[in-house]
């Protein structure tokens, strides 16, 4: 049975770095063809991806993003982090992570999400 | 990458049919079969429930169907039930020379 749970603060301060960990068991991100995923969703508002890490070590990132995000994985302990530096409000949202199957791009599994606000 | 396009919200009675669209561009939807769809209720995480344009995972209900015509992917829902009410997302890679991936806007599912 594949889980991810993330984990990481609630509350942010503004310009502030969130650091996120997702931490998976199930599947391993050693393995070819998978992938660990981060998306977010806005409280009211669609899916937003923001990056996800392969098991090659490759690492991709939201164009519009990818100056302020950094993913790695440490495969011995099953974890995927995520840092997003300068925090702001419009940050606030639901942060998921999910597995990635990099032969369809499917995301097949999916963590239950943590909600972050970004307030001082 | 601009999202991909799907109407805002749909609405159908029990046992009736639905489509969402989902409408990208050329070099995504139009290039690639790697579009999927996910159905969110509320407070829950998505779950994926068409995978390549018309895979279902094995679970997935075969009143769950997709299909692709041009820069244009659709999710059919048969014979609509009440738990079907949720929100629905397609998602595919963005195409072009990025690697990343781009979701639609969301489609709110009402069964009336």
């Known amino acids: 049975q594949v889980t991810l749970r993330e984990s990481g603060p609630a509350l942010v301060k503004p310009t502030q770095t969130l650091t996120l960990t997702c931490t998976f068991s199930g599947f391993s991100l050693t393995t070819s063809g998978m992938s660990v995923t981060w998306i977010r969703q806005p409280p009211g508002k669609a899916l937003e991806w923001l990056t996800r890490i392969d098991w090659d070590d490759f690492k991709y990132y939201s164009t519009s993003l990818k100056t302020r995000l950094t993913i790695s994985k440490d495969t011995s302990k099953n974890r995927v982090v995520l840092t997003m530096t300068n925090m702001d409000p419009v940050d606030t949202a639901t942060y998921y992570c999910?597995?990635?199957?990099?032969?369809?791009?499917?995301?097949?599994?999916w963590g239950q999400g943590t909600l972050v606000t970004i307030s001082s | 990458q601009s999202a991909l396009t799907q109407p805002d919200s749909v609405s159908a009675s029990p046992g009736q049919s639905i489509t969402i669209s989902c409408t990208g561009t050329?070099?995504?939807?139009?290039?690639?079969?790697?579009v999927s769809w996910y159905q969110q209720h509320p407070g829950k995480a998505p779950k994926l429930i068409i995978s390549e344009v018309s895979k279902r995972p094995s679970g997935v209900s075969s009143r769950f169907s997709g299909s692709k015509s041009g820069n244009t992917a659709s999710l059919t829902i048969f014979g609509l039930r009440t738990e079907d009410e949720a929100d629905y997302y397609c998602c595919s890679n963005a195409g072009g020379d990025t690697f990343e991936l781009i979701f639609g806007g969301g489609t709110k599912l009402t069964v009336l």
């Open positions: 999910a597995r990635m199957r990099l032969d369809d791009f499917r995301i097949d599994s």
């Open positions: 050329s070099t995504n939807i139009g290039t690639y079969d790697l």
